[in-house]
């Protein structure tokens, strides 16, 4: 094989009409060729862009005879004179649009097999085969611009850190479990047989370990590792934006972020933000929303009717109420057209929620009520619903009566739905929201165990702290969510420093001293050395860079990504280990 002596001078987006007749050698993969009467034009592309390479037999009959076996994809380098497009022939689309390249050398340096799929912006590919063929997917525009996004995200979030006094420390990869909800990946070792290491959820414990080590200021953009079933924002492993500091408040981090995302929008969408950001309290949320990251970029704010229908001839929202559950309803203005076969679509979407079903009333000429459940209505009990609900001719409004958990998770999501089916939603808004004063704890009815609603090195309120052993589930904590377009993008919480109040919580949770001292003994040891107050935040970065760059999955914007399966269909990964190294770990795998 020869060594190419051509060197590359620009690339394929930044040549412009003030470089005519300038010489210059362009690089990159043939995107289209195009045979016009014996003239052969080539889009030539790389990272940056497209730039026209025409081979014209009257200009260098060897470079022509030559160009003739490009095909689709192939890696060449042209070397040729920057020249003006004939009038009509200019690209309006393209940077490079006014010019073209009179080719005068070429060097194919590689040829290629035609793709399963059009390189180009859109494609009509499933996301399997783009999966599968990633290294081709990943030359689309598209995908380019993402990971260039995601590039300069990343900068522009270690400069802030940076500038702000942070420093970039590593963590272990290899270290024991963090509890954060989801199950572990675990890794056998083979030097210590019959003992496994734990891929970490997050840097929890180590960051907290940092404040007591007195480095004060800590950040580190990680991989982090959750074993949970995947969805289109979720990841097995996915990337973390990791902030943490001592001697602060909520106020302090609070503030911070909303300094770090004004400066990430500024730079990457040329957007200015307005700080500080609005804020709501998770009842209040939950209250108006049913979500605890809720999208404020439109209306339809749930309506709790419970006091009404507490003693309602409406016997399914008045036992629901008995039972210690709730009645909420949402106004569908101007949506009494719906018909029944889209209401059945909503039941069955709140069904996915557990609801049990969806009741609706149509509002019809003189406020009359179409529903097979206004016969079990008092007029006292229309009137008081119409006026809490603000109930006009041609509106329905949806009912769900169950468990808290169940009325909010199902109508906060057919919120969202209703929205989509609608278009009420302004894609061209960014609308950030602080979710603060989260409980403490969650009861697990099906466990009979207290939960911690974020996790257990959280902070309660100090106003708090006389409740944590006789009433634990009024309990406030020191955490705090940043929601943007109802997506959650960052969460955090001034931490336990103090061993007291940390083993409380454990009790509370039902850790026992050997279980605790076992899964974070070091922990414990650490804070008895004298811990600094602390706190902080941690953002994803998969999930923030997908909303820069206005996709709707994160598997969009990281370069190889696994699948809803937590399979990479690249690598076909995972794989089979083979006997002589299972053999090593000590380790016998059972087939099912």
């Not at 003693?311 to 029944?340: E, L, M, P, Q, Y």
């Not at 970065?541 to 760059?549: E, G, Q, S």
Request: charged fraction near 30%; charge should be neutral; include cysteine.
């Amino acid at each position: 094989m020869t060594t190419s002596i051509l060197k590359r001078t620009h690339n394929c987006n930044q040549l412009g009409i003030s470089d005519l007749n300038k010489e210059t050698t362009l690089m990159g993969w043939v995107q289209t060729r195009r045979d016009h009467g014996g003239v052969i034009f080539v889009d030539l592309r790389d990272r940056e862009g497209v730039t026209q390479v025409v081979f014209n037999p009257e200009y260098s009959a060897g470079v022509h005879k030559q160009a003739h076996v490009i095909r689709n994809e192939f890696v060449i380098g042209i070397k040729g004179i920057v020249s003006k497009r004939p009038e009509g022939m200019i690209n309006k689309k393209l940077a490079t649009g006014e010019i073209e390249i009179m080719a005068d050398r070429l060097e194919i340096y590689n040829s290629a097999s035609t793709p399963p799929f059009l390189i180009e912006e859109d494609t009509d590919a499933s996301e399997n085969i783009r999966l599968r063929y990633r290294y081709l997917d990943l030359r689309r525009p598209d995908m380019q611009k993402n990971i260039r996004t995601r590039h300069k995200t990343g900068v522009v979030i270690r400069n802030f850190l940076n500038e702000n006094g942070y420093l970039d420390i590593e963590t272990p990869f290899l270290t024991k479990s963090t509890p954060e909800g989801a199950r572990d990946y675990l890794v056998p070792s083979r030097v210590n047989s019959g003992q496994f290491y734990a891929l970490p959820q997050s840097p929890q414990l180590f960051k907290q370990v940092l404040m007591v080590a007195g480095f004060d200021k800590y950040y580190q953009i990680v991989k982090c590792f959750r074993d949970e079933d995947l969805r289109a924002d979720r990841q097995p492993e996915f990337t973390q934006i990791d902030i943490e500091a001592s001697f602060v408040d909520k106020e302090e981090i609070m503030k911070l972020s909303e300094k770090m995302m004004k400066k990430i929008f500024d730079e990457i969408l040329n957007i200015k933000l307005k700080i500080p950001f609005n804020r709501l309290s998770y009842d209040e949320a939950m209250l108006r929303y049913g979500l605890d990251k809720p999208d404020t970029r439109f209306g339809l704010e749930l309506i709790d009717i419970s006091e009404i229908m507490e003693k309602s001839g409406c016997k399914v929202f008045a036992d629901a109420v008995k039972k210690g559950g709730i009645v909420k309803a949402i106004n569908a203005k101007k949506c009494a057209s719906f018909s029944r076969k889209e209401i059945e679509q909503f039941t069955e979407f709140v069904g996915v929620y557990n609801a049990k079903g969806l009741a609706w009333i149509k509002i019809k000429e003189n406020g009359k009520w179409q529903s097979p459940i206004a016969k079990f209505f008092t007029e006292q009990e229309i009137d008081a619903l119409s006026d809490k609900i603000d109930m006009q001719k041609d509106d329905i409004i949806f009912f769900v009566a169950d468990k808290p958990k169940v009325v909010n998770e199902a109508l906060g999501n057919l919120r969202n739905h209703l929205a989509e089916k609608l278009d009420l939603i302004d894609k061209n808004l960014y609308n950030f929201l602080w979710v603060t004063d989260f409980p403490m704890f969650q009861y697990d009815e099906a466990e009979k165990a207290y939960q911690a609603l974020h996790h257990p090195f959280t902070s309660p309120k100090k106003a708090d702290l006389d409740k944590l052993e006789t009433n634990p589930l009024s309990v406030k904590s020191e955490a705090y969510d940043l929601v943007l377009n109802g997506s959650e993008i960052g969460g955090g919480s001034i931490r336990n420093h103090r061993t007291d109040i940390q083993k409380k919580i454990f009790g509370i949770l039902g850790i026992e001293e050997e279980g605790y001292k076992e899964k974070f003994g070091f922990l414990l040891e650490a804070l008895e050395a004298g811990a600094p107050p602390h706190g902080g935040i941690a953002f994803g970065l998969d999930r923030l860079v997908m909303i820069l760059c206005g996709t709707t999955s994160i598997r969009e914007v990281i370069a190889f990504p696994k699948t809803q399966k937590a399979a990479c269909l690249f690598t076909n990964a995972p794989s089979a280990a083979s006997k002589m190294q299972l053999e090593e770990l000590f380790i016998k795998v059972k087939r099912v």
